[in-house]
């Protein structure tokens, strides 16, 4: 498990460092504050053979 924070500008932009995962199958769950209800969530492939 990866995890980590990121701070974002008064327009709500920021950036992390591109991360190395292995190809497979990934949910990325995000927490911010003030957020009301369950956590965010994005569920993604990584295929990166050949590149």
Known sequence: MKSGAITLD????GRTSDPSLP??????FW???GEKGAA???VFWTDCKGS
């Open 10 to 13: 008064a327009e709500g932009h």
């Open 23 to 28: 190809d497979g199958h990934y949910k990325l």
């Open 31 to 33: 927490n911010f504050d």
């Open 40 to 42: 965010r969530h994005k």
